[in-house]
């Protein structure tokens, strides 16, 4: 099968289209035939040594978390799925997943059907961006209505589903830019969510109540942040996105019902993955990349 490995730690360069040998499922896993997979920040963090790349190992490696396809073939014990069935998911994260490829073996329960209404490409999309903000502010935040929740950074792919997310919760929301101090001026905030990272996450402590919490998705939250947080008795945590079927599939009952709708900013063919990795590096991306993948049938 055709699928893009990283050769080498470094820039976009170091991507490669390469064939490899198509994955076997196990027991209690499902062989996805790939039909989009999502491009991530972790994506590129990863590529260049960065990111999650000490549990993904040393190169060569598929890169690749966010996946959407048909499921071909299944292990022994699996209970979830039918062959055909058209699924989603963020399989395996830290570890690799593959998903930079016309076929990805998975765990059958860190998958869920796709949404009805969404394309391949926007159910690929969704995965690891709409479970950061799901496990953010409804497993982590227990959001609710009437609470005042900030987004830094809610145009961007993890940012625009988690703004939809909080206002179907009943949160009052305030979206933020890079360095938006008008919003970076609010107060009596309950909830900030950095996906932003970098000197902005300090300035969002500004933001937040007593007994508020931040959750510093991008880059977490340094010592410095993390005592200042304790000074106000502002919470201070730093969630990592986890594989969750469970979650997916109310996901996916809020995009099918219209209060979720992950917007696209670009699709490549999966031959161009180098081209979406300096599209994304080069930064002003609104909603998601999305590589499309056209299972060769040689």
């Known amino acids: 099968m055709r699928a893009v490995e990283v050769s080498r730690f470094g820039g976009p360069d170091v991507l490669r289209l390469t064939e490899v040998d198509r994955p076997s499922p196990i027991s209690t896993e499902v062989l996805v035939r790939v039909a989009a997979a ?3 920040p972790v994506d590129l963090k990863t590529r260049r040594g960065e990111g999650v ?3 993904v190992g040393p190169p060569p490696f598929i890169l690749g978390w966010d996946v959407a396809g048909t499921v071909e073939a299944m292990g022994y014990g699996v209970t979830r799925f039918e062959i055909g069935d058209t699924v989603y998911g963020m399989p395996r994260f830290p570890r690799a997943a593959g998903a ?3 076929y990805v073996a998975a765990p059958s329960r860190q998958l869920a059907r796709a949404p009805s209404k ?3 490409a926007e159910a690929a999309a969704l995965p690891l961006a709409s ?3 799901w496990q953010c502010l409804v497993d982590t935040a227990h959001v609710k209505e009437g609470q005042r929740v900030l987004v830094h950074g809610a145009s961007g792919g ?3 589903l988690a703004t939809q997310l909080a206002k179907s919760l009943g949160a009052s929301v305030i979206t933020a830019g890079r360095r938006d101090r008008d919003a970076l001026a609010s107060r009596d905030v309950d909830v900030a969510l950095d996906l932003v990272g970098g000197d902005d996450t300090m300035l969002l402590l500004d933001t937040l109540r007593e007994g508020g919490l931040l959750l510093a998705v991008a880059d977490g939250a340094s010592e410095a942040v993390q005592r200042e947080g ?3 008795r502002v919470r201070v945590m730093e969630p990592l996105v986890e594989p969750d079927g469970h979650a997916l599939e109310k996901i996916a009952g809020l995009v099918d019902s219209g209060d979720l709708e992950v917007k696209i900013d670009e699709v490549f ?3 161009r993955a180098a081209a979406a990795h300096e599209r994304l590096e080069k930064g002003s991306v609104r909603g998601k990349l999305v590589l499309e993948v056209e299972v060769s049938r040689r």
């Open 269 to 271: 063919p999966l031959e």
């Open 131 to 133: 479970l950061t903000a």
């Open 230 to 232: 304790r000074r106000r």
């Open 158 to 160: 993890v940012g625009h």
């Open 53 to 55: 790349s000490r549990w």
């Open 100 to 102: 930079y490829a016309e």
């Open 118 to 120: 969404a394309s391949s």
């Open 38 to 40: 999502g491009v991530n």
